[in-house]
């Protein structure tokens, strides 16, 4: 078994140098004759053929990924589809496949580390879930991130379509004035809605389009207010400086509520790291003591147990001091 480890391990890493080396040395020429060819293909074309081109690139592009053929399995399903919106709304410029493609590997290196570290029969598939789940842990973490940055600076954008309406400019043209002065993730989000209702598609489906992207409540408001504001009339320059006034108000009451909770979220922290501190204080101290939990079997699930039963509990805390306002 470590032989077996140790020959994939070499096998990895010699295929990962090579990978690098060919990538750096051949990769730049290929880009550079892949654009001459695409520049001398756009002046040999005919007027007629340009049109066409220029028809084809106000379609949405889909990006193609390392295996077009399951990013298109893919999105025919419905999870598929929820999954590829998800990792749209991380802001990161890459496919499904290419995320599985990289959560395949980190699985097989974790996979390999562990079992290498623990030489137990259970380290192989331990690591190879925890590998294959931290890529789409990064995400996540990232989709939340840009999630709060777009949910704190949305009211910034909600005043400034205010303010446009009062200086008598269309919605249309407010929504024009976020993307150009807000920068991401606000900006690039109203740039999408307001390119998708410039090229003729319904306001209602534009942003119907916007909350699905970004999933927020206040998102949510600023579309159902704008479209009732078009069927029945109204002061919507108004309702969205209301509306701001609420979201900065919220946002208020929800630093009050972190600071009302700092104790309880430090007790998590305390609690996670106190166990990890004393096992290795402990290994300075006995190192024979401490050696036993991971040469012996019994010790190696004691613990599994232990870091699993702290991570309950750490997410438990969390969910207690987590208020939603």
Known sequence: MPVLLVSVAFVIGVGLVVGAYLG?????????RRK????????????????????????????????????RLLRGSAP????????????????????VVKAVMVAIIVAMGVGMAVRASWGLPVGAAVG???????LS??????????????????DLISRALKAGHAFATGLKMVADEMAEPVGPEFRKTFDEQNFGLPMKDALD?????????????????VLIQRETGGNLSEILENLAHVVRERFKILRQVRVYTAHGRMTGYVLLALPAVLCVALAF????????????????MLLLGA???????????????????
């Open 24 to 32: 750096a040395t051949r990769v730049p020429g290929m880009l550079m």
């Open 36 to 71: 001459l060819d695409r520049r001398l293909q756009q002046i040999s074309q005919t007027p007629d053929q340009r049109g066409a081109a220029i028809d084809e690139d106000l379609l949405k592009a889909q990006a193609s990924g390392p295996l077009p053929a399951l990013d």
């Open 80 to 99: 598929g589809s929820a999954l590829s919106r998800w990792l749209e709304q991380t802001g990161v410029q890459t496919t499904l496949s290419a995320v």
């Open 132 to 138: 294959f789940a931290l890529p789409f842990l990064l």
């Open 141 to 158: 973490r990232k989709r939340g991130k840009r999630m709060r940055a777009f949910e704190e600076e949305f009211p910034e954008a909600l």
């Open 209 to 225: 389009n916007l909350t699905q992207r970004v999933p927020i409540i206040d998102v949510r408001f600023f579309a159902t207010a």
């Open 285 to 300: 101290i006995n190192p024979d003591h401490m050696n036993l939990l991971f040469r012996e079997h019994m010790g190696q």
């Open 307 to 325: 870091i699993v039963m702290q991570t309950c509990g750490y997410m438990w805390i969390r969910q207690v001091v987590k208020i939603e306002v």
